[in-house]
């Protein structure tokens, strides 16, 4: 019997370990799924390495119009604002088309933009998420 407890005590510490160590690696907003004839919204992330330190993200949308005076009011899926996401970690909402980025851990970082409307929802087209991935390489 003991021998049972301490069997499953080990097991739910590794299962929690797992889970929090994989908790920032979730996108953890509703969804708001852009149907038939409606515009569907685009990103596309550019990266350009700041000329003094760090890197300006260029964010540009289709279909879509940044509002942060509309931030946590209701829903469309055609405004909002995005998301910033580093390595799978969420970092910041972005509220328009630049973002300067001035720190990340050398080796390589997967950069996130997800365009999520002003409820936090993020916008799913086809059920897949709206986002745009780009990698940079910190040596």
């Not at 569907?40 to 289709?62: C, F, M, R």
């Not at 509309?70 to 970690?89: D, F, K, R």
């Not at 328009?96 to 001035?102: E, M, V």
Request: aromatic fraction near 8%; charged fraction near 15%.
């Amino acid at each position: 019997m003991r021998k049972q407890i301490l069997l499953a005590t080990a097991s739910l510490i590794i299962l929690s370990n797992w889970v929090s160590a994989h908790e920032g690696e979730q996108h953890e907003h509703a969804t708001i799924e852009i149907t038939a004839g409606q515009p569907v919204p685009t990103v596309d992330l550019i990266v350009h390495e700041d000329a003094v330190k760090g890197w300006n993200l260029e964010v540009q949308v289709t279909n879509f119009q940044f509002a942060p005076e509309n931030v946590n009011q209701t829903s469309t899926p055609t405004e909002g604002h995005a998301h910033l996401y580093i390595n799978g970690e969420k970092i910041t909402r972005i509220y328009g088309n630049w973002y300067y980025l001035g720190e990340l851990a050398p080796g390589q970082n997967e950069i996130t933009v997800s365009l999520n409307a002003n409820g936090h929802e993020s916008l799913m087209y086809n059920g897949q998420m709206i986002e745009a991935r780009e990698m940079i390489e910190v040596k």
